[in-house]
């Protein structure tokens, strides 16, 4: 590893990442780097030779691997960025903290937000993202943050500079959040605490929660979409247009469209990153010819094939 600096936290070389993302697939990290801490993030960073990729990670909830794995550098935040301090409506999250944690803790004091309950990431993954469901979304709640770039400097970041929009925002690649601040209403602990196991169950009904997926494969379709704003509409659904297709249960190798909800993709036991991203391209081709609708991915998809 000469090439590279050497931090005070882990670096690892051909680190496997399948064991790291919810779908369980895919190939290893050319290096694989979890920080001690703030100022180690920024001293690799600026050490690192402008040209090296970097590609930070959450928890995987929201990407597919490809088999051949991933060239550069793949940040994982660990145990120096999981704190989480409430300061009457205010709620500063460590971007490794996982979104039911801080949702939680947030509730226990009387802050709601209870929408980050049933998001299976972590704070960093739901800034990028701009997760959100059941009508709320980070955009909506969200301060600051505080961010290194792929150069090595420590930033803050406003809702301006992220613009947020659907499932997405203009974080520049190989940024990476390292703490958020968000402002939520305030509620009684007890209705938070109903509210959030109401929506576990209502998610635990509708969606395949215990099997291997990245939740949403698609976006729901262009010009229904929401911007990410609560008082958008989404009037059509990602999941109607692959059910019209004749898609719901569509298989190939060990993946699946789920048949509780043909918006998730599902690992089944032993699918390849290549069956489940072969499945969403089918998918997106037979969504076309039968409803002129382009379905534009949601998963993230990293890394490079396995070459035939
Ligand atoms: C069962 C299930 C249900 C789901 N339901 C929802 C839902 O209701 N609403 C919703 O919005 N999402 C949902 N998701 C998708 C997913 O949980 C969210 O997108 C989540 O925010 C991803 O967080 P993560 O930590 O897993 O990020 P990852 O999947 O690891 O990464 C996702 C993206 O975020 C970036 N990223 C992650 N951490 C950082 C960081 N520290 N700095 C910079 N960039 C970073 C990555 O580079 C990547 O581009 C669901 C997923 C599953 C498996």
Not at 104 to 109: L, M, T, Y
Not at 185 to 202: F, H, K, N, S, Y
Not at 233 to 256: C, H, N, P, T, Y
């Amino acid at each position: 590893m000469s090439d590279i600096p050497t931090p005070r936290g882990t670096l690892a070389q051909d680190r496997p990442l399948s064991g790291l993302t919810w779908l369980r697939v895919g190939g290893p990290a050319e290096y694989f780097f979890q920080p001690a801490d703030a100022d180690d993030l920024v001293a690799f960073l600026r050490d690192l030779a402008p040209n090296m990729p970097v590609f930070p990670i959450g928890v995987g909830s929201n990407l597919i691997v490809r088999d051949g794995g991933v060239r550069g550098v793949v940040i994982r935040l660990g145990r120096g960025f999981n704190h989480i301090q409430i300061e009457g409506n205010t709620v500063t999250a460590g971007a490794a903290a996982m979104d039911a944690h801080v949702a939680r803790r947030a509730a226990e004091a009387g802050v709601d937000l209870g929408f980050l309950r049933t998001i299976p990431g972590a704070i960093g993954g739901a800034v990028r993202m701009n997760a959100g469901c059941y009508g709320a979304y980070v955009a909506d709640v969200f301060v600051s943050a505080r961010a290194v770039t792929r150069q090595g400097a420590l930033v803050h970041l406003t809702p301006e500079d992220l613009k947020f929009s659907y499932r997405q925002t203009d974080l520049p690649q190989g940024m990476v959040v390292i703490e958020a601040t968000f402002e939520a209403p305030l509620g009684d602990p007890r209705v938070l605490a109903d509210c959030m196991a109401a929506q576990i169950e209502t998610r635990n009904a509708s969606q395949p929660t215990k099997d291997r997926s990245a939740g949403s494969t698609f976006r729901n379709p262009v010009g229904f979409s929401s911007t990410g704003r609560a008082d958008d509409s989404q009037d059509l659904k990602a999941w109607r247009v692959i059910e019209d297709a004749g898609l719901r249960g569509a298989v190939q190798g060990g993946a699946q469209m789920s048949l509780k909800h043909p918006n998730f993709l599902i690992n089944t036991g032993a699918a390849t990153a290549a069956d489940l991203e072969g499945l969403g391209e089918y998918v997106r081709k037979k969504v076309f010819q039968n409803a002129g609708i382009t379905l534009e991915w949601e998963i993230m998809r990293i890394g490079e094939p396995i070459p035939e």
